[in-house]
């Protein structure tokens, strides 16, 4: 489904991304991790169109994403989910959900409804301010958001960054569901690689800005040095 080769990025002048190869298969859900710095967001942002690309490919479905400006590659169904800074604080819960699909015409109605019914704790806070959300229920929000432009393929970026464990999992859960009920395509940047590793099929390792480990989730999360040496785990 996405097919990136040999490629190098960065922002600027700035390179981050050195030679990223890799094949993200439809319907799977591929995680991401590494340490600080490694590159892991800067990919994400590169796939959506928010960095400076110096050389290599990213096919989507048979089309070259490169050089196309977000809206662009968004209209082919790519949805990506910032870490902070991805619903509108100041307006309400049904306004941003209204702004997400202010482009699908007569079937935003029934596209907002469809997210509701996929994120049903949303209705309680339909005119309440973004803003005032706890960060699982904004995480809920970005991803009610994303759902209604109806996409193929989503991309997270560490979407349990300061929320609480019971909070991270049911964002998680959601994550998953999202596969499975609605035959989403995922890729995953967590901070929390263990339980990132264990939902996940396929795994990419980043170590300053190149792949040091491509393969299986399970392969990883029990490689006895790398699992060690980058991820923290034992």
């Known amino acids: 489904m996405l097919t ?18 890799l094949d993200v298969q439809r ?3 591929s995680v991401i991790v590494g340490p600080n710095g490694s590159g892991k967001s800067t990919l994400l942002k590169t796939i959506f169109g928010l960095t400076t690309i110096f050389s290599g490919e990213i096919k989507y479905n048979g089309y ?3 050089g196309l400006p977000p809206h662009k590659i968004a209209e082919k169904g790519v949805a990506y989910l910032p870490q902070t800074n991805n619903v509108f604080n100041t307006l309400k819960v049904r306004e941003n959900l209204l702004m997400a699909g202010y482009r699908c015409g007569g079937e935003l109605k029934d596209r907002v409804e469809e997210s509701l019914n996929f994120f049903p704790l ?3 806070y339909l005119d309440r301010k973004a803003g005032t959300l706890s960060g699982g229920e904004k995480q809920m929000l970005a991803m009610a958001m994303a759902l209604i432009r109806s996409p193929q393929i989503m991309l997270f970026d560490e979407p349990t ?15 998953i569901e999202l596969r499975e009920s609605k ?6 940047v967590e901070q929390n690689a263990k339980k990132a590793l264990e939902l996940g099929e396929q795994a990419y ?22 699992s060690k040496l980058y991820l923290g785990l034992k």
């Open 4 to 21: 990136i080769k040999n490629l190098s990025a960065g922002y600027g002048r700035l390179q981050v991304l050195y030679d990223i190869s």
């Open 27 to 29: 319907r799977s859900v």
């Open 64 to 66: 070259e994403l490169k």
């Open 122 to 124: 949303l209705r309680n």
């Open 161 to 175: 960054a300061n929320l609480s464990p019971k909070l991270s999992k049911e964002v998680l859960d959601k994550i």
């Open 183 to 188: 035959d989403m395509t995922i890729i995953l």
């Open 205 to 226: 390792l980043l170590v300053s800005g190149r792949v040091a480990f491509k393969g299986q989730s399970q392969d990883l999360l029990t490689h006895p040095q790398l």
